[in-house]
């Protein structure tokens, strides 16, 4: 079974500049959750999507964006990038209880 | 606001050893609590959970303690292998299908031979 997919890996972006985020949950899994983890910080929520709906959002500003699509993946949208948006964006995918975590996407902000 | 905190943010064990890490939380309302691992360049992965209505969990070598009038949990790995080095978060909820999912800082473990 393949597990959570993002992309891209890695991604260098300027201050002021866009980004989007790709997620693929695990196959069967409808509910997609997004974290962003700064150095020296736990992961922090994001947003939580489940059945194409935003379920959920953490305490960020409305910059964060994103959206679910109907076959479940998910994409997490950043405008006007700022130096502290710098981080590593963790998805993760549940069907129930357990959350699923990708590999993470690098986003570096010069 | 850091509802759940990990104060050391590194701990170092011998193998064979007991490793227990910590972790404390501020929401009474929490109810739901998990451990995770965390490998370099790899997303966490889940490793044990516990609800509050229970004080402690098991799973192989894995324990997870918890004291909610303490507002406190605990993993404890015995015995300790060098494959255990990694980061582990812990994580609380305030339902048991976890949808909204507070983490700590990590603890970073290494595991000496």
């Known amino acids: 079974e393949a597990g959570v997919t993002q992309s891209p890996t890695h991604l260098i972006k300027t201050r002021g500049q866009q980004v989007t985020l790709r997620c693929s949950p695990i196959?069967?899994?409808?509910?997609v959750y997004w974290y962003q983890q700064a150095l020296g910080l736990g992961l922090q929520f994001l947003l939580w999507?489940?059945?194409?709906?935003?379920?959920n959002r953490g305490n960020f500003p409305p910059r964060f964006s994103g959206r679910q699509f109907p076959n479940y993946s998910s994409e997490l949208n950043v405008n006007a990038l700022e130096l502290e948006d710098s981080a590593l964006y963790l998805c993760?995918?549940?069907?129930?209880?357990?959350?699923?975590f990708g590999p993470g996407t690098r986003l570096t902000v010069l | 606001d850091q509802q759940v905190k990990q104060n050391s943010p590194s701990l170092s064990v011998q193998e064979g050893r007991i490793s227990i890490l910590n972790c404390d939380y501020t929401?009474?309302?929490?109810?739901?609590f998990l451990w995770y691992k965390k490998y370099p360049a790899e997303g966490p992965t889940f490793l044990i959970s516990?609800?509050?209505?229970?004080d402690k969990n098991e799973d192989g070598r894995f324990t997870v303690f918890l004291n909610k009038s303490a507002k406190h949990l605990s993993l404890h790995i015995v015995p300790s292998q060098p494959g255990d080095s990694a980061v582990y978060f812990c994580?609380?909820?305030?339902?048991?299908?976890?949808?909204?999912?507070?983490f700590g800082a990590g603890t970073r473990l290494t595991v000496k031979p």
């Open positions: 196959s069967g899994h409808t509910s």
């Open positions: 999507y489940d059945e194409g709906e935003e379920r």
């Open positions: 994580a609380a909820s305030l339902f048991y299908n976890n949808n909204d999912m507070r």
């Open positions: 993760a995918s549940s069907l129930k209880d357990t959350q699923y």
């Open positions: 516990i609800s509050s209505i229970k």
């Open positions: 929401n009474s309302m929490f109810d739901y």
